[in-house]
């Protein structure tokens, strides 16, 4: 599937397009055929050799882990694992700075629908400045020039590439599973203003946006350059959205705020301290009878076998996801009551082409979390 250009998008030329087009094909065949030998290799060579020195089998994720890390066939698919994941990040990084001038002018020129506010001296929590995430070249937070889009030209192409397109062409499945279990659970809410927690450039904002076309919605991130290039994309859609340059820990809104929080993937890119510091912060701005519902990475290890956790939690030590493996094994629900919300709730929501007519409840634990997006919700 190819990616939906938009007037803001930092579009390929034909060398870079078939560049990325060889670097998805790459991750593509890693996932189908590499990966899956990750189960052989344990089952024929992991586990024989671990029940052989201590007479059982790993009984923790770190035990497996290391066994695992010892084995050949896994070392050499978490090169290949990292270097595609280089390989992507490089490819684009280069079309966007072939570009930037150009973007930099168009997000300038756009007419702006909603707003943007950016802060002026907002300083970058640790979680997201020490480290590139995911190998993002720079991270969320880097600006490399005045009135920079590059995070966000950069986090655009790479979030559709990451997923080899299986977001849809707009990168906005998210939005549409958010939405989904919205209508599905929560069906008398009528949100009318909405804060989106940790936006990027808006892929979750913009699908949701589709569906609360009432709401004022409002969207806050970290990263100056990401918000800029978020505010200009929304305005290239129609869509206005609301853009603030804000941590999710402490933001500047009233009390009671807002009718409805959401996020989609926000906590993994945090710490232990942040997470429960950010779930007060939404205790706080939301109104009562408000709901929030924020969408975390697929799958709670709780609901995974070893093997599928050691897998997943792969991209803790190796793919710059420090906090992968914690918000996975963490119990949100406990920290969502412990910062106030009494009908705090998780569970698994399979995704929906059309959330109107086809709406969503919590699902049953998924064996595989492709097709699922896990939800925290809590009302006040
Ligand atoms: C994986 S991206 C989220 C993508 C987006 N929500 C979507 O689904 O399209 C995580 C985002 O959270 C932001 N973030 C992390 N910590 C934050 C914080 N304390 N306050 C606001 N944003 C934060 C990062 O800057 C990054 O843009």
New binding site residues.
């Given amino acids: 599937m190819r990616q939906m250009a938009h007037a803001m998008m930092a579009v390929p030329d034909h060398d870079e397009w078939a560049r990325d087009s060889f670097i998805t094909s790459f991750k593509s065949h890693i996932s189908v055929t590499v990966t899956p030998g990750n189960k052989v290799a344990m089952e024929r060579r992991v586990l024989p050799a671990f029940r052989k020195e201590k007479g059982r089998d790993p009984t923790s994720r770190a035990e497996l882990r290391k066994a695992m890390e010892k084995d050949t066939y896994h070392q050499a698919w978490g090169s290949l694992m990292r270097v595609a994941q280089e390989q992507m990040w490089d490819s684009i990084e280069g079309s966007v700075a072939r570009q930037l001038p150009g973007l930099i002018q168009t997000a300038k020129t756009l007419k702006p629908k909603g707003s943007l506010r950016l802060a002026e001296n907002l300083v970058l ?1 640790r979680y ?1 400045s020490e480290i590139d995430n995911h190998c993002m070249p720079g991270s ?1 937070g880097a600006e490399v020039c005045k009135d920079d889009v590059r995070a966000g030209a950069i986090y655009d192409r790479g979030a559709f590439a990451y997923h080899l397109g299986a977001r849809g062409a707009a990168h906005d499945a ?1 939005g549409r599973v958010l939405a989904a279990f919205l209508l599905g659970t929560y069906p008398q809410q009528k949100p009318r203003r909405i804060l989106d ?4 450039v808006g ?2 904002t913009t699908g949701l946006a589709n569906y609360f076309p009432d709401a004022e919605i409002h969207a ?4 100056a350059a ?1 918000l800029r290039y978020a505010h200009a994309r929304a305005s290239a859609l129609g869509k206005p959205i609301h853009f603030a340059q804000q ?3 402490k933001t500047d809104y009233p009390d009671g705020h807002f009718d409805l929080i959401v ?4 906590f993994h ?2 710490s232990r301290t ?1 997470a429960p510091a ?1 779930l007060k912060e939404c205790r706080r701005l939301l109104r009562k009878g408000g709901v929030i519902a924020h969408m975390e990475v697929p799958v709670r290890y709780a609901d995974m076998e070893l093997y599928n956790q050691v897998m997943r939690g792969w991209q803790t030590y190796y793919n710059g996801e420090p906090f992968w493996d914690a918000v996975c094994s963490t119990d949100m629900v406990a920290l969502a009551r412990d910062a106030g919300f009494a009908e705090a709730r998780s569970g698994y929501v399979k995704r929906s082409a059309d959330p109107v007519n086809d709406p969503r409840t919590f699902a049953a634990a998924p064996s595989e979390g492709n097709d699922y997006r896990w939800i925290l919700t809590g009302t006040r």
């Fill in positions: 929590p997201l969320y998210n927690m940790g936006c990027s892929h979750m806050i991130d970290i990263g990401m941590s999710a820990e996020s989609s993937n926000l890119e945090t942040a950010i």
